[in-house]
């Protein structure tokens, strides 16, 4: 046991000694820096410019159904005001309504309408649209109730159409054109944070990040066994005394990065009950390992196994779940996942 600690310490100093190690945590920390500074993005974040090239019975209307929205709605004077406050950032998006729009509703002529603003920066403009849309057809459904009550009954008058309204206005405030059914996509429990990885929080990137690092940190480590000290050290030992050694090494290279990756967890990530999360961090270690060592065995040229990193990696992040959930389309692999290092901190 003594000498088996004395060699871990040995490898443990070799490692600290390793530009890569500092390279590494040192990108691990500037990533969770990153990522702890991103906050989804909320509704009510959402600024929307809103200007009227003319006015109107039309905009009252328009605005109304627009102060229902969930998005916060400014409005501009004109629409070159609008534009400046779009591009200095003051305004995410806009909308410019055209003139007469009372007229080019009654005549169906209201393609081409209404301008909308953005950047290229801008990624929520089509729900924002949408979002749109859907109240100016609200707004536009009086006058158009107006036009084909006249055209659909012969005496139609105001209180005919005050009583179509208020019907119009019942069906568009109800929930009657939908039923609700919220389930969890192949799973019993919707809640289940694995069901969609895309909306995964902050805190599941963070721990994605740190695992990739530590699997990393083992996995480019022990390349140093094609060459150097390491090979020559190992060339000195048989089968089994040779294994123990490679183990060593890897534990050693994985355990200043696991540590700094835990404290990182306990600032950014969810860390929960923290006994669970240490036995994580070891099962991580323990699954890299084996990952390594295996590949270490199939490959014997150094070339190739530094070639291997970005392939290895890449398997690791999407079938680890990190980015995409991919069992919604392949089942099976909601069970093969746990083979992989990085799912194990997730």
């Known amino acids: 046991m003594s000498g088996t600690l004395m060699r871990l310490l040995i490898n443990l100093r070799s490692v600290l000694k390793s530009g890569i190690l500092y390279v590494t945590i040192a990108a691990m920390l500037l990533i969770c820096l990153i990522l702890s500074g991103v906050t989804k993005k909320d509704n009510y974040d959402i600024r929307v410019g809103i200007a009227y090239e003319d006015i109107s019975e039309f905009n009252d209307v328009l605005t109304d159904e627009l102060r229902k929205d969930a998005y916060t709605y400014n409005m501009y004077e004109d629409a070159e005001d609008l534009k400046q406050a779009v591009v200095s950032g003051k305004a995410d998006y806009g909308f410019i309504i055209g003139k007469d729009m009372i007229d080019r509703i009654s005549d169906d002529d209201t393609d081409s309408s209404v301008e909308f603003v953005t950047t290229p920066f801008a990624v929520y403009g089509e729900v924002v649209k949408e979002s749109f849309a859907q109240s100016f057809i609200a707004a536009s459904s009086e006058y158009i109730i107006k036009d084909e009550a006249y055209k659909a009954f012969d005496g139609a008058d105001d209180k ?171 089942p099976i692999l909601n069970v093969l996942k746990y083979i992989f290092p990085v799912s194990a901190l997730l």
């Open 160 to 330: 005919l159409i005050a009583k179509l309204n208020k019907a119009n206005e019942g069906y568009l405030d109800s929930d009657l054109l939908f039923d609700v059914n919220i389930i969890g996509a192949n799973s019993e429990d919707p809640t289940d944070k694995n069901t969609d990885r895309i909306n995964a929080s902050v805190s599941d990137y963070v721990r994605a990040v740190i695992a990739a690092a530590v699997f990393m940190m083992i996995f480019a480590v022990y390349g140093r066994k094609y060459k150097g000290d390491i090979k020559a050290i190992a060339g000195c030992m048989d089968g089994g005394r040779r294994t123990a050694y490679y183990l060593s090494y890897m534990s050693a290279s994985a355990i200043p990065v696991a540590i700094a990756g835990f404290i990182m967890c306990l600032i950014w990530g969810r860390t929960g009950n923290l006994l669970i999360l240490l036995l994580k961090f070891i099962g991580l270690i323990i699954l890299s390992m084996i990952w390594t060592y295996i590949t270490g065995i199939l490959i014997k040229r150094e070339a190739t196994y530094i070639a291997l990193i970005p392939v290895v990696m890449g398997v690791q992040m999407v079938f680890g779940f990190v980015f995409i959930n991919l069992h919604d389309y392949m």
